[in-house]
Structure formats: C-alpha cells, structure tokens
C-alpha cells in the first residue's frame, strides 16, 4: 500500500497569499509528481522531479515553483494565490521498478477566492 | 487530438452488473497501461497495471488491452455499491527524456443497490 502524504486537504484562501502544499512519501520513491485536476478533465502534469535537487516542469504552464531538498518531501509553492489556481492538487511517487507506477496522495483541493 | 479518450459518463449500473469501462489512445508507443480508481475528493488509487495485450485478471476486476485496435477495457463483475467511483485510464510511453504518462478524463460509475 502506497505512503503518500498531503497537506492540508482543504485550502481556502484569499488572492495575492503565497501558500505552500505539502507531499510528503514514505516509500523511498525518488520520483515525484505534482498534478493538477479539474472536474471532467485529464489530470495535467505540472511538476516533477526524478531525485533530490532535481525538479522539471511538466506539460501544463504553472505559476507554482517545487523544490527537492530531501527524498521524501516534495513541495509546491504559489508566491501569489489567484481565482485561476482554483483546483484538485495531487502528488503523486513512482516506483523504481521496470512499471515506474504512479502511486497518489489524497489530494489537496484549493479555492482562491 | 488528444491521446488519449475515456468516455465520461456517467455509468450506472444495478448491483451485481458487468461492467466495461473502455479507453483508446492513438499513440503506438504506450507500453504500459493501468486503471485507477477514485473516490470522491480522494486521489486515485491503483487497481491494476498491464503490459502486453492480452486480459489480466485480478478478482472482480479484469483488465484487457488490444495494442492492435489501441483500445483498453476494465470488466467488472458482480458489480457493488462500493465500486461506484471515477474510474482512470493511463497509459506510459518511453521517450528520451524518460517515461511519459497520459491519463484518460475519467468514467463515472454508479452502482445503484
């Protein structure tokens, strides 16, 4: 069973506040992945990172920013919260094996209002 | 185009139905293909992973791909009240900058007792 952590689950917030997501894995996994989800659309890769110190945008333009300090931890940060952030946040590890299988957290669901 | 297609929904179905869940992708480079499950305001969870073409099954959950038609499909049988939930395609492609992954929009599935 997959150790995925996020922080907080909900996030109601104002515009213009810098707000940080938290994922956390227990899993040794040393990739990670930040998704975005919208109600009836694909999930939309954002962030990833393949090892510590390493972090790549994906395919969807984000305003966010990621680091990789230690294996485990993998946070996203928006320095300005706006209406347009409004979503379902998912982090997500994969495995080392041959699959690479994506493995999720529960989600953190933010509103900008 | 997008490459991959899930139809959305939503299903439902009566307790103890067969269900089939269907996605098709147009890109001949996806090796490997998993289904996940999500809950309501809960991130996806793993129900199974194949390789080949071919059917693989895992106790009510059977899941097939035909790489010649490019076209998966997840059976359920015996269908419950707890399987209702979105149901996720997602299939991983090998590129140079390593492995891609591309998720279907999701099925919705009602299991009415």
């Known amino acids: 069973e997959a150790d995925i952590y996020q922080t907080p689950r909900y996030l109601v917030i104002g515009t213009g506040k810098k707000i940080t997501l938290e994922c956390s894995q227990t899993?040794?996994?040393?990739?990670m992945y930040w998704y975005q989800q919208d109600p009836g659309m694909e999930l939309h890769l954002i962030h990833y990172s393949y090892g510590v110190n390493s972090t790549e945008k994906g395919d969807l333009s984000s305003e966010s920013t990621v680091s990789r300090i230690r294996t485990e931890h993998f946070p996203l940060t928006l320095e300005s919260a706006r209406p347009s952030h409004t979503s379902q946040y998912l982090c997500?590890?994969?495995?080392?094996?041959?699959?690479?299988?994506?493995?999720f957290g529960p989600g953190t669901r933010l509103t900008v209002l | 185009q997008k490459e991959v297609e899930q139809d959305p929904g939503p299903l439902s179905v009566p307790e103890g139905a067969i269900v089939s869940l269907n996605c098709t992708y147009s890109n001949s480079a996806f090796q490997y293909f998993m289904w996940y499950r999500q809950y309501s305001r809960k991130g996806p969870e793993l129900l199974m992973y194949t390789y080949s073409s071919g059917n693989k099954e895992d106790g009510r959950f059977t899941a097939q791909v035909d790489k010649s038609s490019k076209y998966i499909s997840l059976f359920i049988r015996d269908s419950q009240p707890s399987d209702s939930a979105t149901y996720l395609c997602a299939m991983r492609a090998r590129t140079n900058t390593g492995n891609q992954f591309y998720f279907g929009t999701g099925t919705s599935l009602t299991v009415i007792p």
């Open positions: 997500a590890s994969s495995t080392r094996d041959i699959t690479d299988t994506q493995y």
């Open positions: 899993m040794g996994h040393d990739k």
